[in-house]
């Protein structure tokens, strides 16, 4: 009997036969391993298992077997005892659940580079987009210099048509919401301040509320969804028809005839729109306290003058033309960014309107901050 492992592959009627004899524990397997995976078997299905010589095996042994045997579809047993048997099953099992464990976090790892693959393309889109529109900008303020220099070069017709649509078309909607928004910080904030007996200082909440922040944030977030869409769809489209192209080989610059235009009547367009919106506000906010807490006119009016400080409607107006400056330069932005097809419009035009209220936001939030230092 050899005190080494020892095995002996054999083919018979399309059937491999694996016959293994000797000692098979983990101290002899050297002996075995390299033979057992490196040489050419013949390539069956079914392999049995003869185990008529083997005196002792141990896990080592059954794992060295099974990576042998899982080689074929079908395991066949002869001479081989229930408890060989049952230790090449267990290390089997634990073999297959093994192996789901690993598919399952290459899986797990699969979807963590996924994640940060797309990560590291938001991010250098990001980057460009960026980049693209510093370029912009800088673009933006070369081409004013003609205009700040030769004010008689602006195209008189482009900047009363834009101030037609993005300023005078505007009012109605921005009346509209900003009387309703009037009346329902009255109803509010009177519900609250009653609690204390202080519903006269409602007053007070609608003044400040909406001189300072609430008027000129929505007229703000309407024009953004209003204007900077249109100059988006308006731009990608002449894009699209390839109008900016001929404009170029006419000896145009699309800057000077379809931006500046736009950005400069917004400009002009936003702080008229947002004086609107603060006088709508006041006037739903006395109708609104008429009926709530029985001020008539000259009451309201004399409470008004008391809660009115000069920074608390000037906070609200030095925003508007910035605002506008940025609504306008997204939109023109996004639009010559169109290329491709009417999807890309769809795309870059959402894009627009989400970008500007974004930007709004923070500049409001900026805007605060810089007040809140200097205690105005």
């Given at each position: 009997?050899?005190?080494?492992?020892?095995f002996?592959?054999?083919?018979?009627?399309?059937?491999?036969?694996?016959?293994?004899?000797?000692?098979?524990?983990?101290?002899?397997?050297?002996?075995?391993?390299?033979?057992?995976?490196?040489?050419?078997?013949?390539?069956?299905?079914?392999?049995?298992?003869?185990?008529?010589?083997?005196?002792?095996?141990?896990?080592?042994?059954?794992?060295?077997?099974n990576r042998f045997?899982?080689?074929?579809?079908?395991?066949?047993?002869i001479?081989?005892?229930?408890?060989?048997?049952?230790?090449?099953?267990?290390?089997?099992?634990?073999?297959?659940?093994?192996?789901?464990?690993?598919?399952?976090?290459?899986?797990?790892?699969?979807?963590?580079?996924?994640?940060?693959?797309?990560?590291?393309?938001?991010?250098?889109?990001?980057?460009?987009?960026?980049?693209?529109?510093?370029?912009?900008?800088?673009?933006i303020?070369?081409r004013?210099?003609?205009?700040?220099?030769?004010?008689?070069?602006?195209?008189?017709?482009?900047?009363?048509?834009?101030?037609?649509?993005?300023?005078?078309?505007?009012?109605?909607?921005?009346?509209?919401?900003?009387f309703?928004?009037?009346?329902?910080?009255?109803?509010?904030?009177?519900?609250?301040?009653?609690?204390?007996?202080?519903?006269?200082?409602?007053v007070?909440?609608?003044?400040?509320?909406?001189?300072?922040?609430?008027?000129?944030?929505?007229?703000?977030?309407?024009?953004?969804?209003?204007?900077?869409?249109?100059?988006?769809?308006?731009?990608?489209?002449?894009?699209?028809n390839?109008?900016?192209?001929?404009?170029?080989?006419?000896?145009?610059?699309?800057?000077?005839?379809?931006?500046?235009?736009?950005?400069?009547?917004l400009?002009?367009?936003?702080?008229?729109?947002?004086?609107?919106?603060?006088?709508?506000?006041?006037?739903?906010?006395?109708?609104?306290?008429?009926?709530?807490?029985?001020?008539?006119?000259?009451?309201?009016?004399?409470?008004?003058?008391?809660?009115?400080?000069?920074?608390?409607?000037?906070?609200?107006?030095?925003?508007?033309?910035?605002?506008?400056?940025?609504?306008?330069?997204?939109?023109?932005?996004?639009?010559?960014?169109?290329?491709?097809g009417?999807?890309?419009?769809?795309?870059h035009?959402?894009?627009?309107?989400?970008?500007s209220?974004?930007?709004?936001?923070?500049?409001?939030?900026?805007?605060?901050?810089?007040?809140?230092?200097l205690?105005?």
């Amino acid at each position: 009997m050899s005190s080494y492992p020892t095995f002996e592959v054999v083919q018979e009627n399309k059937k491999t036969i694996l016959k293994i004899a000797g000692p098979w524990l983990a101290k002899d397997l050297t002996h075995v391993v390299d033979a057992l995976h490196k040489q050419n078997y013949p390539p069956t299905k079914i392999i049995t298992l003869d185990c008529n010589d083997l005196t002792e095996l141990d896990t080592s042994g059954a794992w060295l077997l099974n990576r042998f045997l899982q080689n074929y579809q079908q395991l066949q047993f002869i001479n081989t005892t229930s408890q060989t048997k049952a230790l090449l099953e267990q290390v089997k099992n634990y073999s297959i659940q093994l192996h789901e464990e690993a598919k399952q976090k290459q899986e797990h790892l699969g979807y963590l580079f996924n994640l940060l693959s797309r990560l590291g393309q938001q991010s250098v889109s990001f980057l460009k987009t960026f980049l693209l529109s510093l370029s912009f900008l800088g673009e933006i303020f070369s081409r004013s210099k003609s205009f700040i220099l030769k004010p008689w070069t602006i195209r008189g017709i482009s900047l009363f048509h834009f101030l037609y649509e993005d300023g005078v078309r505007a009012v109605p909607i921005v009346s509209l919401i900003s009387f309703l928004i009037g009346i329902v910080l009255v109803y509010q904030g009177a519900d609250q301040l009653k609690r204390f007996g202080a519903e006269i200082f409602t007053v007070d909440l609608l003044a400040i509320s909406a001189l300072r922040e609430i008027g000129i944030l929505l007229t703000a977030i309407v024009v953004a969804g209003r204007s900077g869409s249109a100059f988006t769809a308006q731009i990608g489209f002449m894009k699209l028809n390839q109008e900016i192209d001929a404009m170029m080989v006419l000896g145009l610059n699309p800057i000077e005839v379809l931006v500046l235009p736009r950005i400069l009547a917004l400009v002009i367009a936003l702080p008229l729109l947002a004086f609107l919106a603060d006088m709508m506000a006041l006037a739903g906010g006395a109708v609104m306290t008429s009926f709530m807490l029985d001020l008539n006119i000259d009451d309201f009016l004399h409470h008004l003058r008391l809660a009115i400080k000069p920074w608390t409607f000037w906070t609200g107006m030095i925003k508007a033309p910035v605002f506008a400056f940025f609504i306008a330069l997204i939109g023109c932005f996004e639009g010559l960014r169109v290329h491709g097809g009417a999807q890309s419009v769809g795309t870059h035009t959402t894009k627009s309107v989400v970008q500007s209220i974004f930007l709004v936001v923070i500049l409001d939030a900026v805007f605060s901050i810089i007040f809140s230092i200097l205690r105005i």
